[in-house]
Protein backbone atom coordinates (compact mmCIF):
# COMPACT_ATOMS: atom_id res chain seq x y z
CA UNK A 1 0.00 0.00 0.00
CA UNK A 2 1.65 3.08 -1.49
CA UNK A 3 -0.46 5.36 0.34
CA UNK A 4 0.13 7.91 3.09
CA UNK A 5 -0.69 6.74 6.44
CA UNK A 6 -1.38 8.58 9.79
CA UNK A 7 -0.87 7.20 13.77
CA UNK A 8 -4.15 8.18 16.34
CA UNK A 9 -1.19 11.07 17.55
CA UNK A 10 -1.58 12.52 14.31
CA UNK A 11 2.17 11.18 12.91
CA UNK A 12 2.62 11.07 9.33
CA UNK A 13 3.84 7.89 7.20
CA UNK A 14 5.40 7.69 3.76
CA UNK A 15 3.56 4.05 3.10
CA UNK A 16 2.31 0.68 5.14
CA UNK A 17 5.85 -0.35 4.88
CA UNK A 18 7.18 1.86 6.73
CA UNK A 19 4.71 1.61 9.64
CA UNK A 20 5.10 -1.89 9.43
CA UNK A 21 8.40 -2.07 9.71
CA UNK A 22 7.62 0.07 13.07
CA UNK A 23 5.59 -1.85 14.83
CA UNK A 24 6.52 -5.36 14.08
CA UNK A 25 9.59 -5.17 11.94
CA UNK A 26 10.80 -7.37 9.56
CA UNK A 27 11.35 -11.21 10.29
CA UNK A 28 11.68 -9.97 14.15
CA UNK A 29 9.24 -12.49 15.95
CA UNK A 30 9.79 -10.86 19.38
CA UNK A 31 8.98 -7.41 17.90
CA UNK A 32 5.74 -9.41 15.57
CA UNK A 33 4.83 -11.06 19.10
CA UNK A 34 4.67 -7.80 21.05
CA UNK A 35 2.37 -5.97 18.92
CA UNK A 36 -0.20 -9.11 19.35
CA UNK A 37 0.35 -9.13 23.34
CA UNK A 38 -0.38 -5.31 23.37
CA UNK A 39 -3.26 -6.05 21.11
CA UNK A 40 -4.93 -8.65 23.03
CA UNK A 41 -3.72 -6.67 26.39
CA UNK A 42 -5.53 -4.05 25.54
CA UNK A 43 -8.95 -5.92 24.93
CA UNK A 44 -8.05 -8.03 28.33
CA UNK A 45 -8.36 -4.82 29.88
CA UNK A 46 -11.62 -3.79 28.74
CA UNK A 47 -15.24 -5.17 30.00
CA UNK A 48 -16.95 -8.01 28.92
CA UNK A 49 -20.49 -6.42 27.82
CA UNK A 50 -21.94 -5.27 24.12
CA UNK A 51 -20.78 -1.36 25.32
CA UNK A 52 -17.13 -2.85 26.13
CA UNK A 53 -16.64 -4.66 22.65
CA UNK A 54 -17.93 -1.62 20.74
CA UNK A 55 -15.33 0.64 22.30
CA UNK A 56 -18.08 2.35 23.90
CA UNK A 57 -20.37 2.60 21.51
CA UNK A 58 -23.24 0.36 22.64
CA UNK A 59 -25.84 2.15 20.81
CA UNK A 60 -24.40 1.06 17.03
CA UNK A 61 -25.39 -2.45 17.77
CA UNK A 62 -29.01 -2.13 16.91
CA UNK A 63 -28.00 -0.69 13.59
CA UNK A 64 -24.54 -3.38 12.62
CA UNK A 65 -26.83 -6.47 13.28
CA UNK A 66 -30.12 -4.58 10.86
CA UNK A 67 -27.32 -4.27 8.23
CA UNK A 68 -25.70 -7.20 8.84
CA UNK A 69 -28.76 -9.45 8.73
CA UNK A 70 -29.97 -7.80 5.55
CA UNK A 71 -26.33 -8.44 4.16
CA UNK A 72 -26.79 -11.93 5.12
CA UNK A 73 -29.70 -12.84 3.54
CA UNK A 74 -29.23 -11.18 0.06
CA UNK A 75 -26.07 -13.63 0.06
CA UNK A 76 -27.51 -16.82 1.34
CA UNK A 77 -30.57 -16.64 -0.82
CA UNK A 78 -28.23 -16.05 -4.00
CA UNK A 79 -25.24 -18.76 -2.81
CA UNK A 80 -27.51 -21.24 -0.65
CA UNK A 81 -30.59 -21.46 -0.78
CA UNK A 82 -31.54 -20.75 -4.49
CA UNK A 83 -28.87 -23.01 -5.59
CA UNK A 84 -30.57 -25.81 -3.58
CA UNK A 85 -28.02 -25.59 -0.79
CA UNK A 86 -28.88 -24.90 2.84
CA UNK A 87 -28.84 -28.07 4.96
CA UNK A 88 -26.81 -27.44 7.94
CA UNK A 89 -25.06 -24.31 8.13
CA UNK A 90 -22.23 -23.92 10.07
CA UNK A 91 -20.35 -20.47 10.66
CA UNK A 92 -17.12 -19.35 12.52
CA UNK A 93 -17.36 -16.40 13.97
CA UNK A 94 -13.74 -14.59 14.37
CA UNK A 95 -12.49 -12.05 16.83
CA UNK A 96 -15.84 -13.03 18.30
CA UNK A 97 -15.63 -11.13 21.57
CA UNK A 98 -18.69 -11.92 23.88
CA UNK A 99 -20.47 -13.41 20.95
CA UNK A 100 -22.73 -10.50 20.43
CA UNK A 101 -22.70 -11.13 16.46
CA UNK A 102 -23.48 -14.86 16.79
CA UNK A 103 -26.26 -13.77 19.61
CA UNK A 104 -28.22 -11.41 17.66
CA UNK A 105 -27.62 -12.48 14.44
CA UNK A 106 -25.76 -15.69 13.24
CA UNK A 107 -27.50 -18.37 16.06
CA UNK A 108 -30.59 -17.57 13.94
CA UNK A 109 -29.51 -18.70 10.45
CA UNK A 110 -26.93 -21.10 11.18
CA UNK A 111 -27.23 -24.51 12.91
CA UNK A 112 -23.59 -25.00 14.53
CA UNK A 113 -21.89 -21.87 15.36
CA UNK A 114 -17.55 -22.25 16.28
CA UNK A 115 -16.30 -18.79 18.14
CA UNK A 116 -12.64 -17.50 18.04
CA UNK A 117 -11.49 -15.43 20.56
CA UNK A 118 -8.08 -14.98 22.09
CA UNK A 119 -9.52 -12.86 25.45
CA UNK A 120 -10.96 -15.84 27.37
CA UNK A 121 -13.06 -13.36 29.82
CA UNK A 122 -14.50 -12.39 26.75
CA UNK A 123 -14.65 -16.29 25.54
CA UNK A 124 -16.21 -17.01 29.15
CA UNK A 125 -18.59 -14.35 28.74
CA UNK A 126 -19.38 -16.08 24.98
CA UNK A 127 -20.40 -18.85 27.21
CA UNK A 128 -22.75 -17.98 29.58
CA UNK A 129 -24.31 -15.85 26.71
CA UNK A 130 -24.76 -19.02 24.66
CA UNK A 131 -26.12 -21.22 27.02
CA UNK A 132 -29.36 -22.78 25.63
CA UNK A 133 -30.98 -21.63 28.42
CA UNK A 134 -30.29 -17.93 27.51
CA UNK A 135 -30.87 -18.37 23.57
CA UNK A 136 -34.36 -18.00 21.96
CA UNK A 137 -33.79 -20.59 19.54
CA UNK A 138 -34.70 -24.58 19.30
CA UNK A 139 -31.93 -27.00 19.56
CA UNK A 140 -31.03 -27.55 16.05
CA UNK A 141 -29.33 -24.17 16.30
CA UNK A 142 -26.00 -24.27 18.74
CA UNK A 143 -22.94 -22.45 19.82
CA UNK A 144 -20.36 -25.73 19.28
CA UNK A 145 -16.77 -24.95 19.79
CA UNK A 146 -15.23 -22.15 21.45
CA UNK A 147 -11.79 -21.63 20.71
CA UNK A 148 -9.61 -19.45 22.70
CA UNK A 149 -6.89 -18.73 20.12
CA UNK A 150 -6.07 -15.65 17.54
CA UNK A 151 -6.78 -15.38 14.27
CA UNK A 152 -2.69 -15.59 13.07
CA UNK A 153 -2.36 -18.99 14.85
CA UNK A 154 -5.79 -20.44 13.62
CA UNK A 155 -6.34 -23.06 10.99
CA UNK A 156 -9.68 -24.26 10.51
CA UNK A 157 -10.82 -27.76 10.08
CA UNK A 158 -11.09 -28.74 6.22
CA UNK A 159 -14.62 -27.66 4.31
CA UNK A 160 -16.21 -26.93 7.57
CA UNK A 161 -17.99 -23.80 7.50
CA UNK A 162 -20.33 -22.17 4.57
CA UNK A 163 -19.56 -19.16 6.04
CA UNK A 164 -16.56 -17.32 7.58
CA UNK A 165 -17.28 -14.22 9.69
CA UNK A 166 -14.78 -11.56 10.13
CA UNK A 167 -16.13 -8.53 12.56
CA UNK A 168 -13.78 -5.91 13.78
CA UNK A 169 -10.55 -7.75 14.87
CA UNK A 170 -8.93 -7.94 11.25
CA UNK A 171 -6.92 -4.54 12.09
CA UNK A 172 -5.09 -6.48 14.28
CA UNK A 173 -3.17 -8.59 12.02
CA UNK A 174 -0.26 -7.49 10.14
CA UNK A 175 -0.54 -6.96 6.36
CA UNK A 176 1.00 -10.76 6.33
CA UNK A 177 -0.55 -12.44 8.89
CA UNK A 178 -4.05 -11.09 7.25
CA UNK A 179 -3.16 -12.33 3.82
CA UNK A 180 -1.49 -15.96 5.88
CA UNK A 181 -5.12 -16.57 7.46
CA UNK A 182 -6.83 -16.04 4.50
CA UNK A 183 -4.94 -18.24 2.68
CA UNK A 184 -5.30 -21.05 5.43
CA UNK A 185 -8.87 -20.05 6.09
CA UNK A 186 -9.79 -20.70 2.45
CA UNK A 187 -10.00 -24.42 2.69
CA UNK A 188 -12.05 -24.36 6.15
CA UNK A 189 -14.83 -23.44 3.32
CA UNK A 190 -17.30 -26.04 2.17
CA UNK A 191 -17.59 -25.70 -1.70
CA UNK A 192 -19.38 -22.18 -1.97
CA UNK A 193 -18.26 -21.09 1.31
CA UNK A 194 -17.42 -17.64 1.51
CA UNK A 195 -16.13 -14.86 3.79
CA UNK A 196 -17.66 -11.73 5.49
CA UNK A 197 -15.27 -9.29 6.03
CA UNK A 198 -16.97 -6.32 8.54
CA UNK A 199 -14.58 -3.46 9.03
CA UNK A 200 -13.88 0.28 9.43
CA UNK A 201 -12.59 2.05 6.46
CA UNK A 202 -10.25 4.65 6.11
CA UNK A 203 -10.90 7.16 3.81
CA UNK A 204 -7.30 7.02 1.95
CA UNK A 205 -4.22 5.03 3.07
CA UNK A 206 -4.38 3.86 7.32
CA UNK A 207 -4.88 4.84 10.35
CA UNK A 208 -2.58 2.90 13.38
CA UNK A 209 -4.13 2.87 16.60
CA UNK A 210 -1.11 3.19 18.93
CA UNK A 211 -3.49 2.29 21.77
CA UNK A 212 -4.86 -0.97 20.75
CA UNK A 213 -2.24 -2.18 18.20
CA UNK A 214 -4.64 -2.48 15.42
CA UNK A 215 -4.36 -0.58 11.55
CA UNK A 216 -7.60 0.63 9.75
CA UNK A 217 -7.14 -0.11 5.90
CA UNK A 218 -9.08 2.17 3.42
CA UNK A 219 -10.91 0.02 0.65
CA UNK A 220 -8.11 0.11 -1.54
CA UNK A 221 -5.70 -1.30 0.85
CA UNK A 222 -8.31 -4.26 1.48
CA UNK A 223 -8.60 -4.57 -2.31
CA UNK A 224 -5.16 -5.00 -2.82
CA UNK A 225 -4.50 -7.76 0.17
CA UNK A 226 -7.77 -9.68 -1.36
CA UNK A 227 -6.11 -9.81 -4.19
CA UNK A 228 -3.00 -11.59 -2.96
CA UNK A 229 -5.25 -13.94 -1.24
CA UNK A 230 -6.73 -15.11 -4.06
CA UNK A 231 -9.99 -14.02 -2.97
CA UNK A 232 -12.40 -11.89 -5.06
CA UNK A 233 -16.00 -9.63 -3.73
CA UNK A 234 -19.29 -11.06 -4.71
CA UNK A 235 -21.18 -8.09 -3.17
CA UNK A 236 -20.19 -5.42 -1.14
CA UNK A 237 -22.09 -3.14 1.10
CA UNK A 238 -21.97 0.31 3.64
CA UNK A 239 -23.22 0.16 6.60
CA UNK A 240 -25.83 3.07 7.20
CA UNK A 241 -27.09 4.73 10.39
CA UNK A 242 -23.96 5.16 12.57
CA UNK A 243 -23.43 7.99 14.67
CA UNK A 244 -21.38 10.57 12.72
CA UNK A 245 -17.10 10.88 14.08
CA UNK A 246 -17.19 7.31 13.34
CA UNK A 247 -15.14 5.41 10.39
CA UNK A 248 -17.27 4.45 7.74
CA UNK A 249 -17.58 0.35 7.80
CA UNK A 250 -18.52 -1.66 4.77
CA UNK A 251 -19.38 -5.29 4.71
CA UNK A 252 -17.40 -7.72 1.98
CA UNK A 253 -18.47 -10.89 0.85
CA UNK A 254 -15.77 -12.65 -0.41
CA UNK A 255 -15.21 -16.21 -2.29
CA UNK A 256 -12.08 -18.28 -3.46
CA UNK A 257 -10.97 -16.97 -7.11
CA UNK A 258 -12.81 -18.29 -10.01
CA UNK A 259 -11.21 -20.82 -11.82
CA UNK A 260 -9.28 -19.25 -14.17
CA UNK A 261 -11.32 -19.36 -17.89
CA UNK A 262 -9.64 -21.94 -20.06
CA UNK A 263 -9.88 -21.10 -23.32
CA UNK A 264 -9.74 -24.03 -25.94
CA UNK A 265 -7.62 -24.09 -29.14
CA UNK A 266 -10.19 -23.60 -32.06
CA UNK A 267 -12.31 -26.12 -33.28
CA UNK A 268 -12.16 -27.48 -36.31
CA UNK A 269 -15.51 -25.67 -37.53
CA UNK A 270 -14.29 -22.52 -36.22
CA UNK A 271 -10.86 -23.23 -38.19
CA UNK A 272 -13.12 -23.61 -41.44
CA UNK A 273 -15.18 -20.62 -40.90
CA UNK A 274 -14.72 -18.36 -43.25
CA UNK A 275 -13.58 -15.50 -41.67
CA UNK A 276 -15.82 -12.13 -42.13
CA UNK A 277 -14.35 -9.10 -43.52
CA UNK A 278 -15.07 -5.77 -41.85
N1 LIG B 1 -16.48 -9.10 16.59
C1 LIG B 1 -16.99 -8.76 17.90
C2 LIG B 1 -15.93 -8.14 18.81
C3 LIG B 1 -15.32 -6.85 18.31
S1 LIG B 1 -14.12 -6.17 19.45
C4 LIG B 1 -18.18 -7.85 17.77
O1 LIG B 1 -18.41 -7.30 16.68
O2 LIG B 1 -18.91 -7.71 18.76
C5 LIG B 1 -12.59 -6.75 18.74
C6 LIG B 1 -12.29 -8.18 19.10
O3 LIG B 1 -11.12 -8.61 18.41
C7 LIG B 1 -12.02 -8.38 20.59
O4 LIG B 1 -12.84 -9.39 21.08
C8 LIG B 1 -10.56 -8.77 20.62
O5 LIG B 1 -10.20 -9.61 21.69
C9 LIG B 1 -10.40 -9.46 19.28
N2 LIG B 1 -9.02 -9.60 18.83
C10 LIG B 1 -7.95 -8.84 19.16
N3 LIG B 1 -6.83 -9.32 18.57
C11 LIG B 1 -7.21 -10.42 17.86
C12 LIG B 1 -6.51 -11.37 17.07
N4 LIG B 1 -5.21 -11.28 16.87
N5 LIG B 1 -7.22 -12.39 16.51
C13 LIG B 1 -8.55 -12.48 16.72
N6 LIG B 1 -9.25 -11.61 17.46
C14 LIG B 1 -8.61 -10.59 18.03
Known sequence: MDAVGTDSDGREFKNAEEMWREEVGVADPSKKSNWYTEGVGYWQGVEATVDGVLGG????????????????????????????????????????????????LLIRYFNEIDLLEPVSHFLDAARINLAPENLMVTEEHKAVNFYCVPLQEFTPDAQRYDVVWVQWCIGHLSDEDFISFFKRAKSGLKPGGFFVLKENVARQGFVLDKQDKSVTRSDLYFRQLFNQCGLHICKMKDQKGFPNGLFAVKMYALAPELPKKVYKSKSKRQVNRPGIIK
Open 57 to 104: YGQVNEPDIKGSEEFLNSLLAERFLDAGGGGNLVVLDCGSGIGRVTKN
